[in-house]
């Protein structure tokens, strides 16, 4: 089974989802602490730029809010093991939120309005609107909650596969934090069946891994009952 084919693995999911029946998750891989200053330093720093409300306050605070999404990024590569791929490929920071939007943390709606702004506001020769500070600053305080939250989501799930026509009873997903990549093995109880196992490896194909690194996430959700069949169907392009 060619389940590290995107189109198969589709099909795959799209067959034996409703036979998916959650049995067991692993723990959030480590957090650890890379920066001596945090996102949410650089959000207060912000906050308080932004009340001062003059003209180089209100510079200093968009400043803050560049460095808030930096260090969120790279914090939520870091705890992934991705950190030294982005640097090693020299990819900016508009490559990094596609690769963030990717994986089902911002949409394209959102992220191309964070980059109007972005743009807008970094590379301008002005002083920023407030009206515009204050929504570049609800966007990236969100978009830093989310990606702390997906910090310590689980880093794999088990389902048994009932009422299977294949002969395999078990369906696991997780993320391998060492190269990195994500596994996916097929196992049965019929010991004539060879355990059915590959990798998506980040630095074969990082668009390959990006789709597989959301199902993960969204088979966590459906695990823990927060999102139905169709939902998960809808947010991985299963038709």
């Not at 590290?4 to 034996?16: A, G, P, T």
């Not at 950190?83 to 992220?111: C, D, P, V």
């Not at 355990?195 to 993960?216: G, P």
């Amino acid at each position: 089974m060619q389940l590290n084919d995107i189109e198969y693995f589709k099909k795959f999911i799209k067959q034996y989802i409703n036979s998916f029946d959650g049995s067991s998750k692993e723990n959030p891989l480590h957090v650890e602490k890379k920066f001596d200053l945090s996102p949410r330093d650089y959000l207060a720093f912000a906050e308080e730029e932004l009340n001062k409300n003059t003209s180089v306050s209100l510079i200093n605070c968009v400043a803050h809010l560049k460095r808030a999404l930096d260090c969120q990024l790279d914090s939520f590569f870091h705890v992934f093991n991705l950190f030294n791929l982005f640097k090693k490929r020299n990819l900016k920071i508009e490559k990094k939120l596609q690769f963030i939007g990717a994986i089902g943390y911002l949409n394209s709606r959102s992220r191309i309005r964070l980059n109007s702004i972005r743009n807008k506001m970094e590379h301008h020769y002005a002083i920023p609107e407030i009206e515009d500070i204050e929504v570049y600053f609800d966007l990236i305080t969100a978009l830093v909650q989310l990606l702390e939250l997906g910090s310590f989501e689980s880093s794999g799930c088990d389902f048994f596969l009932e009422n299977s026509d294949i002969g395999y009873h078990n369906f696991k997903i997780c993320y391998s934090i060492d190269n990195p990549e994500i596994n996916i093995l097929l196992s049965g109880y019929d010991e004539s069946l060879e355990n059915i196992n590959v990798s998506i490896k980040a630095d074969s194909d990082i668009d390959s891994f990006a789709y597989y690194f959301k199902a993960l996430r969204l088979l966590n959700i459906f695990w823990d009952r927060q999102g139905g069949h169709e939902y998960i169907l809808k947010e991985l392009g299963i038709t």
